[in-house]
């Protein structure tokens, strides 16, 4: 398939139809090749031929103002130079725990044009999970926003340690980028022998975080593949809420260097300042997680009538599942314009639904995209009739190397684990129905938590939701229900096991409805199910 003349076709049309090809002048996409003949597709040619093609466009906007593409590749281009003259270079590693801000880019793009590894840090990391990671990945360095001095000081001993954002009437304790980048050429370094590699942290959801490696990828082939399903289109602009130090996020850093586009960035989200950052720029595009899409539509009304984002043609969703009643309330909202990516750290993307298919069928993940081919395999590997419920392997051109520690997902073939269960409806739809981990066996009988917490979400008094599985003497296991009720609405117990009784079968109704102000969550929106009790106790 992939080395069909058709595939590299239709690669071809996706690309195209993006606008990349067209605008600029014939001598710099002249300039712009020979770039890519010395670096090959990468992150750091990403930079490189967006500053050769349009250097005097706009290519980040943060708090600190603008900087355009021409002075993202100077800037990449000192920093990398800084790195090497410090042994920095490929075989080493740099950590990095920012948030979404220039100083997260300048590190990226700097360790990738030194040719270094690069390892990103979640920014709601503990101390001691820092530490553990550190010394587990083996940094030689560690680029940090100042507010994180304390969490970083015990696992960044001994490491070369710099500062990417520092408020400016601070005196940070560490050399600054900033200060890296004023002391340094910025002439191109000499490309490496071989291009760093990236290493993304998995969520952690269900037991310590894994370092998911990646290689950069060989061609635009990934990228078509989003193209192809994300009418993302060239020299627009995007605000990318969704944290940068996760996958998501970081996609569309990337996403955005071929297309030339305008990021727009903000160090913490806020719900209306996102929406008053969308209208102000006119932003064709939102990047977000599925929690962040849920904060925005709880602003009142009057607030989210107040900016005027008729201009979003994409409000593109992943990282955590989305529920159906939250997709259309959200197209409701702001058009049909959802997108809503499902895939992992590990295999990228699996499948995309658009506002098409929220529609007819709200909590699908939609249609594998552009060269993307999935399985539903049962408990032996062979694959489950139409219809019928199986664990889920995709394959794709991205899927990650393996973790760093040297174990893998499993792998049948080409095909890689997501670690979840689904099926597949009569119009080719792939639903999620859970972790295959999570199947809960109650009174002998198979119950995943995600479809009485979908069915739960539409009820007009719940807000958030949650199921466990937990140890029944009777049954083996119960369900218990966490719910986090909507503003002024106070349901009860009876009326939640009601509600799921006339909807579902009598062994999936929880025996437990424990109601929180609020549900543990990490950075990029993840429910952390194991803290649950730990909540509902204190």
């Known amino acids: 398939m992939k080395n069909s003349t058709r595939y590299k076709l239709q690669v071809a049309a996706s690309l195209l139809r993006t606008g990349m090809a067209a605008g600029a002048r014939p001598d710099r996409i002249f300039r712009a090749m020979g770039v890519l003949r010395a670096w090959g597709p990468g992150l750091a040619s990403g930079c490189m031929t967006a500053a050769a093609r349009y250097p005097g466009r706009t290519a980040i906007v943060d708090e600190r103002g603008t900087l355009t593409f021409g002075e993202m590749n100077e800037r990449t281009n000192a920093l990398a130079n800084a790195l090497l003259a410090r042994s920095i270079g490929p075989g080493s590693g740099v950590a990095v725990m920012c948030r979404n801000h220039r100083g997260f880019i300048d590190a990226t793009v700097g360790i990738a044009k030194a040719g270094a590894d690069v390892l990103y840090l979640n920014t709601e990391f503990g101390a001691p999970a820092i530490a553990s990671v550190l010394r587990r990945e083996g940094a030689q360095a560690l680029i940090y926003d100042e507010e994180f001095a304390g969490l970083v000081s015990e696992g960044g001993a001994g490491l ?31 490309a490496p022998e071989r291009p760093g590699r990236v290493i993304i942290l998995t969520s952690g959801t269900t037991g310590a975080p894994k370092g998911a490696l990646r290689r950069p990828p060989s061609s635009l082939e990934p990228a ?38 305008t990021i727009v960035l903000r160090r913490r989200f806020d719900p209306e300042e996102t929406l008053r950052a969308v209208a102000q720029h006119r932003a064709s595009a939102l990047i977000v997680v599925p929690v962040m899409l849920q904060r925005i539509l709880e602003l009142p009304e009057a607030t989210l009538r107040r900016y005027d984002t008729s201009c979003l043609r994409v409000i593109a969703s992943s990282g955590s599942a989305l529920p159906g009643e939250l997709a259309l309330r959200v197209m409701d909202a702001f058009g049909d314009v959802l997108y809503n990516l499902y895939g992992s750290t590990e295999v990228a993307w699996v499948s995309v639904a658009g506002p098409q298919d929220l529609r007819a069928a709200p909590g699908t993940a939609g249609r594998p995209p552009l060269g993307t081919a999935v399985q539903l395999l049962d408990e032996h590997g062979q694959p489950v009739a139409p219809g019928e419920r199986g664990r889920i392997f995709a394959a794709n051109s991205f899927v990650f190397d393996g973790y760093t520690d040297g174990s893998n997902k499993e792998v049948r073939g080409e095909f890689t684990s997501t670690g979840d269960v689904g099926h597949f409806d009569a119009q080719g739809r792939l639903f999620v129905d859970g972790r295959d981990d999570e199947m809960i066996i109650s009174g002998g009988e198979n119950v995943y938590p995600r479809e009485v917490e979908d069915l739960l979400a539409t009820h007009e008094d719940v807000e958030e939701v949650a199921v466990v599985g937990v140890p029944d003497e009777e049954f083996g296991a119960r369900l218990r229900a966490y719910i986090v009720p909507r503003a002024g609405a106070s349901p009860g117990v009876e009326e939640i096991k009601d509600f799921v009784r006339r909807n579902l079968a009598r062994y999936k109704v929880p025996r437990d409805v424990i109601f929180l102000d609020e549900l543990p969550r990490n950075a990029t929106g993840k429910i952390l199910k194991r803290s649950l009790d730990a909540t509902s106790a204190r």
């Open 160 to 190: 070369m340690r710099f500062v990417a954002h520092h408020e400016p009437d601070s005196a940070p304790a560490d050399t600054s980028l900033e200060e890296l980048i004023a002391s340094s050429s910025a002439l191109p370094p000499k």
């Open 224 to 261: 078509a593949a989003i193209y192809s399903s994300i009418p993302l289109r060239a020299r627009e602009t995007t605000v990318i809420a969704a944290p940068l130090f996760h996958s998501w996020g970081y996609a569309h850093f990337i996403l955005s260097l071929p297309l030339a586009s």
